[in-house]
């Protein structure tokens, strides 16, 4: 029998700008709101990113983040995973502190350095609201998302050991499956692993539906029977990639951080409206959504009452 479909819902990010949409969430509250409405649309897991609720720059104070992170948890049940890619330039310091702080169920971690390009976005946009968004965007020219097996290593034993906190563990490549399988080798961090294999971000592996099968027979592969397959693909490929993932018995991450747009030309007026979407093609496919609970189950997650906030 198939298993439910846990849906992932990443509800800013810390890649589009305000420009680039009005209905992207900049201030604590609209994160919160958008996060709850997401819940209810039917995702179990809200992966969140704050921002500075002057500019909408991302943001790793975790004063930020606690003035959301408590309206979330008395409006929903869904998973809080608090990112610890943060934004770009962010050190593995800022990145890990709003973590540390909150003591989550779950935090994201990315199983890999490599080169993270959104500098062509840039020639699309002639008029900026904010005077930082511009060379946000065009440093990633010359930007390496960095995060080494020292990095890894740390936030393993920080906030897992430490922490009890499970991973959500980015992929955006092949070698990132097995960098996760040397730290799985080591005994860093046990079944079973959420892997979240990311597609479509330039200086990753392409949305391609062969690259797509591949990570999928490395990560069964190397991993058997001991994860929760992901898939999340950027831009216009976000609803394609992951209803092939639904079909093929994966789990889905929606949400503004992966793409602006509900449907082609035509921005997402909320995280909601993505999750939504998925959910509709999900139950159409005859496949079940997952709750809370059960994404809770599967992924042996310590539970809500074991939170900092």
């Known amino acids: 029998m198939a298993k439910s479909v846990i849906i992932t819902c990443a509800v800013t990010g810390g890649i589009h700008t305000p420009t680039m949409s009005e209905y992207l969430p900049i201030t ?5 709101d958008d996060a709850v409405a997401a819940a209810k649309a039917g995702a179990s897991i809200l992966h969140l990113h704050a921002r500075d609720p002057e500019n909408g720059r991302p943001t790793p104070d975790p004063k930020v983040f606690m003035e959301f992170l408590p309206r979330i948890k ?6 809080v995973n608090i990112t610890t890619g943060g934004g770009l330039g962010m050190t593995l310091e800022e990145r890990l502190a709003a973590a540390v702080a909150a003591s989550p169920e779950m935090t994201s971690l990315n199983m890999g350095s490599f080169n993270f390009g959104l500098f062509p976005i840039a020639d699309k946009i002639k008029d900026w609201k904010y005077d930082w968004e ?25 906030l897992g050991q430490g922490h009890g906190v499970k991973f959500e563990f980015e992929c955006y490549d092949v070698g990132h ?3 996760l399988a040397h730290f799985v080798d080591r ?3 046990e079944p079973p692993f959420l892997i979240q294999t990311i597609f479509g971000i330039m200086g990753g592996i392409g949305a391609d539906e062969e690259n797509l099968m591949h990570m999928r027979r490395i990560a069964n592969k190397l991993f058997g029977d001991d994860y929760e397959w992901s898939v999340l693909a950027a831009g216009r490929h976000q609803m394609s990639f992951v209803t092939q993932a639904a079909i093929l018995g994966g789990n889905v991450r929606v949400g503004l951080e992966d793409s602006l747009y509900i449907s082609k030309g035509e921005l997402a007026k909320s995280n909601a409206d993505q999750v939504a979407k998925i959910r509709r093609i999900v139950e159409d496919l005859s496949l079940t959504v997952a709750t809370p609970e059960e994404a809770r189950k599967r992924l042996k997650l310590k539970g809500g009452d074991r939170v900092n906030f």
């Open 28 to 32: 604590p509250q609209e994160i919160a």
């Open 74 to 79: 008395q409006q929903t049940d869904a998973v």
């Open 134 to 158: 511009q060379p946000y965007i065009e440093g990633t020219k010359e930007f390496i998302f960095k995060n080494t097996f020292g990095d890894i290593e740390r936030t393993m034993i920080e």
């Open 177 to 179: 499956l097995y960098n």
């Open 187 to 189: 005994k860093l961090v």
